[in-house]
């Protein structure tokens, strides 16, 4: 019974998924997924300093409760909605489509939407974006891959975060890349220390290449 | 249409989880909830160590897939079951029931259960024990009780794991504990850095004092 109810509830998810993918028409959409404190972000604060001049962007940020994240944002001076589960452990699209409201979609090229801090449940629920981003930082272990394999399947790129802390770690960077390519043969492995910056340039130039093909797509 | 059967699954679980803690009888059943590479695993391989000359110790493992953890716990040389939910995000007092049929209860002073890495979920679903522990690592940050009260407020104790990590983070000890004693004034918080051993002295003391008061209660 209760796996029928969860298949109801996917289902609704995913017919929603489909009418936001197509109200989203231009803007590329970005779903950013890991555990809280991974550093989804101060990735997404380092990704708006270097990409603002270049695209017109826009947030919404998925929290339980707080609209800490969201505040972190708004400094940049882009448009950001924060979207609260109160209690739901994930963004659902229609969530995602009513957040959306709020936002100037037309005028964006890119809309990221960070999710609510788990390395499970959003991996479920599309919410009509165009790719899903995982994102695993080195502290929280090398063996997630294999424990949670659902994001890294579904990731269209995945990031490992927190290089900087892996030396006080007992993290195989090898032996999780590994695991990610054993999964997922198609998403690029990106190194990244956020807070520091290093490592960001090739996920930049993933997500430039990202853009240029949604406007190819779209016109 | 959503919340109510929510509603459902969870009343469903609470009738399992007061029948659970029945079946638990004289045993100490402590129930670990924190996110993905919190540091559970290693909390539970140091505290076995410590306590198994002291108690007699069993232990269910809960994971999405893999009996890695499992493993790790074997080689100490106590009962150990692996619960695999196949995608579930949390325990269920059911999937709970079904794992301590193959421990030998009667024998058990304390009985841990490992839950699935996940910050969130696994804080709604009583299992039957006496007592949830919250577990935060430093690398996570100082924003997540905050981010993620539902665990905090239901914890009977908090342990800050990695606090020797704390200089390569922006943690704010003093806010962290500010904010968790701010919802819940009764669980102590416990600096520790499981890795190394240290701080887990207080840890050991407080589990020696749950195991007395249930003794007292159940004779």
């Given at each position: 019974m209760k796996i029928h109810m969860e298949q109801e509830i996917l289902q609704e998810n995913e017919d929603q998924a489909r009418m936001n993918h197509e109200m989203f028409g231009n803007t590329l959409v970005l779903n950013l997924i890991g555990s809280?404190?991974?550093?989804k972000t101060t990735i997404l604060e380092k990704t708006l300093d270097a990409l603002a001049g270049e695209f017109r962007i826009g947030v919404i940020e998925g929290d339980i409760y707080t609209a800490k994240d969201a505040e972190r944002i708004e400094k940049k001076n882009i448009p950001v909605v924060q979207c609260n589960?109160?209690?739901?452990?994930h963004l659902s699209a229609g969530i995602t489509a009513k957040a959306a409201e709020d936002l100037p979609l037309a005028d964006l090229d890119i809309l990221f939407i960070e999710n609510v801090?788990?390395?499970?449940?959003?991996?479920?629920?599309?919410?009509?974006?165009?790719a899903k981003i995982a994102v695993l930082s080195t502290v929280e272990g090398d063996d997630k891959p294999a424990k949670y394999p659902l994001l890294f399947q579904e990731a269209k790129a995945v990031i490992l975060n927190k290089w900087d802390l892996m030396p006080y770690t007992n993290f195989d960077g090898d032996s999780a890349e590994h695991d990610i390519s054993a999964l997922n043969g198609d998403a690029p492995i990106i190194r990244m220390t956020a807070a520091s910056g290093e490592g960001i340039e090739r996920w930049l130039e993933w997500i430039r290449v990202q853009a240029a093909a949604k406007r190819e797509q779209d016109s």
């Amino acid at each position: 019974m209760k796996i029928h109810m969860e298949q109801e509830i996917l289902q609704e998810n995913e017919d929603q998924a489909r009418m936001n993918h197509e109200m989203f028409g231009n803007t590329l959409v970005l779903n950013l997924i890991g555990s809280p404190g991974c550093g989804k972000t101060t990735i997404l604060e380092k990704t708006l300093d270097a990409l603002a001049g270049e695209f017109r962007i826009g947030v919404i940020e998925g929290d339980i409760y707080t609209a800490k994240d969201a505040e972190r944002i708004e400094k940049k001076n882009i448009p950001v909605v924060q979207c609260n589960t109160a209690g739901g452990c994930h963004l659902s699209a229609g969530i995602t489509a009513k957040a959306a409201e709020d936002l100037p979609l037309a005028d964006l090229d890119i809309l990221f939407i960070e999710n609510v801090g788990n390395l499970v449940c959003p991996a479920e629920f599309d919410l009509g974006e165009d790719a899903k981003i995982a994102v695993l930082s080195t502290v929280e272990g090398d063996d997630k891959p294999a424990k949670y394999p659902l994001l890294f399947q579904e990731a269209k790129a995945v990031i490992l975060n927190k290089w900087d802390l892996m030396p006080y770690t007992n993290f195989d960077g090898d032996s999780a890349e590994h695991d990610i390519s054993a999964l997922n043969g198609d998403a690029p492995i990106i190194r990244m220390t956020a807070a520091s910056g290093e490592g960001i340039e090739r996920w930049l130039e993933w997500i430039r290449v990202q853009a240029a093909a949604k406007r190819e797509q779209d016109s």
